[in-house]
């Protein structure tokens, strides 16, 4: 599974990859913008079902696909849940539980579907982004953007150590499974909990080096980025235009379609 948090998928070659990220970046903003705004189900499952094929039409694996929107689609249902018992409306079951009624309302439901149906519509084309994106062009075209330089570089610091993090949690379970270290119940939690605390610690010595290795390479308190050249004409003329088709199809789906 290690090999699901690498960034191996962002060089393959296709389309979507040798489009500059800057582009990219603008039509990822407008669609959120647009999912953000929407209050029906036709455009939200619009851009799921165009990011699911545009994901497998670049060869994404689809256990990689499954693995990331395992998580979000785990807190779409606890939110589907919350608002269909606590959205006043026309109920369609109740129950009384120890002396509590327990409604699940139409308008709760309904209201829970479409939160639900724009926030696995987000993850899925973010997903799609950072697919087909190599991280440090996403980083390079935030600097670009005008994005706070300590945002960047601590940006820059969180993906490179983050695989560090995994690979070193990796290598310590491993060893733990080889002394039987969770065999039984009793045995796993602690386990567990040995392995969180030598992972925290861990962190932390890591930090420190990498820390005073910058200060003697001669670290200025700033991560040199090199400019990037201006976007040519045709390349902002598609920002704008697929820009203006994400917030033509959201109309189109929010007046026309339920």
Known sequence: MFDLFSDIFTH??????????????????????????????AYPLIVLTASLLALLAVRIPVRF???????PAAI????????????????????????????????????????????????TLLILFGSVTPAHSIFHAMRWMRAPREWVELALLMYRYIFVLVETTANMATAQRLRLSYNGVRNSF???????GAVMLKSIDQAMKAGEAMELRGHAGAVPLA????????????????????????????????
Do not use: Y
């Not at 393959?12 to 189900?41: C, H, P, Q, W, Y």
């Open 12 to 41: 393959r070659e296709n389309g979507l990859r040798r489009l500059d990220a800057r582009m990219k970046f603008f039509v990822v903003i407008a669609t959120l913008i647009t999912l953000i705004l929407s209050r029906g189900f």
């Open 65 to 71: 696909i499954a693995f990331r929107l395992l998580m």
């Open 190 to 196: 602690r386990s567990a909990g040995v392995l969180c």
């Open 227 to 258: 400019p990037l050249t201006p976007l040519s004409p045709p390349q902002v003329t598609a920002s704008i235009g697929a820009c203006l088709l994400v917030v033509s199809i959201q109309g189109v789906c929010e007046w026309f379609l339920p």
């Open 76 to 123: 779409v249902l606890v939110l589907i849940g919350l608002k269909a018992l606590l959205t006043h409306g026309e109920p369609l079951f109740r129950t009384v539980l120890w002396g509590v009624t327990i409604a699940i309302t139409r308008e709760g439901l309904t209201s829970g579907l479409s939160m639900g149906a724009r926030v696995v519509a987000a993850v």
